[in-house]
């Protein structure tokens, strides 16, 4: 969708984790009651929509990324009705309703997946998955693909030499996109959920819907490559294949169908951004997650380069921007930014793990909210990151949850790290999440969320949360997200040096930020009013302390 048109293109978007929201009937996880408990920390961050991770039936072995059915709400989150009374909440407040859609791979309990299971080769039911007679006679799988979550990409059905396919984990069987009966069946979910009245869909695994005809041997990435190209998740025969951007054509119709302007989020693991922005060209979807922009981490030189590259990628489609810098796969920014080496975000951080500098990446988070929200576009903001939270680093094997640990058989440790429950109050059981008090949590609160829970937060002068709310005001009474970028010459990532400037027709902004642990004197700096400081002593006689930022409003 071309830029400026939809309410999307400078939005702040809020990823809710229901698992770990609010937990409203006690039970140790959270729910959807929960989330409309705690409607008000929406509004009072100001965010413009929020984005809910799935709540849908599932077993939950990969954290409810494994649908059973995709018409309903799982028990466990509560009801329709309960979904249909937070839309209406959040429609009332004027913010908007994004959901996670998850068309890659069914659960293995899914009926689809159940009936294909019984059916013989040939029959229809069985064409809805991927299933391939095994090379060796059956005894070894079609091919040597792997899957993201470790071992291979293919289980073999019990007594036969059929196996199926499966990118992540074995109880996640991957949809044959080929099928028109397949396009036909999500187009229906698109609409159930259209028709209770969100505002969009965040499109999982979005690069993976295809596989290269034939299902050709995976040859891995060259020693030299980098970045995302060198992750099992890129540059491969299941993923970013041309035939994926068909189906997003046919979505786009079906949104198109509906009143207001409703969007498509691709999340795709795909490098060069020039292939990313593809997802987004005028008649596909309306943004990509920037996961380049996630990667570049705090290094200067990095992020100069991601930036670069996102604006010229956007312009050649005419598409907006997005900025993130956590999700629930990523170990929280907050916590790698105080590595020096930051570890690949399934990789995990545990208690034999060297320890993060955590007073540094808190400070450097501050820091770089000031970057991912002075940046015009649109950004994501993953629960937990207005409090500056940190990675739970001290998780026992026997506390994980991630499948990726067993796969991995430990040597990846996981997501579960970036998920605990979220820390409302410093006195409450369970810091507030509303778990009974003789009810466990479904993962353990790191004891230094304590001190970082949301009401300490909102009675502390200088808080990360009060720095959030600032600067999300501020981003939108000036039209940051909408402004025309441009470096500024104070710009200097060999010095460490981020310099930017978003211009709109009734000012700008110029955003100065210091990613190195030494102070840097701003020579040249020009003259305005200091908007925001990522922290009270950022800035002081043209000196930008370290680790540091600060918007001006330029005279
Ligand atoms: C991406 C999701 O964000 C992640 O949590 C999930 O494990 C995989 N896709 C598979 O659905
Ligand atoms: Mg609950």
Redesign the pocket.
Known sequence: MAEGQSWAADAVIYQVYPRSFADGDGDGIGDLPGILERFDHFTDLGVDAIWLSPFYPSPGN??G?DISDYRDVDPVFGTLADFDALIARAHAAGVRVIVDL?P??TSAAHPWFQEALRAEAGDPARDMYIFRTGRDGGEAPPNNWTS?FGGPAWTRVDGSDDWYLHL?DPT?PDLNWDNPAVREAFEGVLRFWLDRGVDGFRV??AHGLIKAEGLPDHLPAGDGDAGLAASPTAASPFFDQDGVHDVYRAWRRVLDDYPGERILVA?AWVEPLSRLFRYVRDDEMDQAFNFTFLMAGVDPGNLHRAVDETFAAAAEVGASPTWVMS???TVRHASRFGLPTPPPHQRGIGPADPQPDQPRGRRLAAAMALVELGLPGSAYVYQGDELGLPEHTQLAADERRDPVFARSRGTELG?DGARTPYPWSDTEAHLGFGTRPDAQTWLPQPESHRGLARDVQRAAAGSQLGLYTELIALRRARGIGRGTFAWHALDDPGAGLLAFTSATATGTVLVIANLTAAPRTLTGLPAGEILAASHPDAMSDGVLSADSAVWIALE
Do not use: K, L
Request: no cysteine; glycine share 0%.
């Open positions: 990969d954290a990324y998850v890659n791979h993201v992540f996640q999982d695994v999340e999700n629930h796969d997501r």
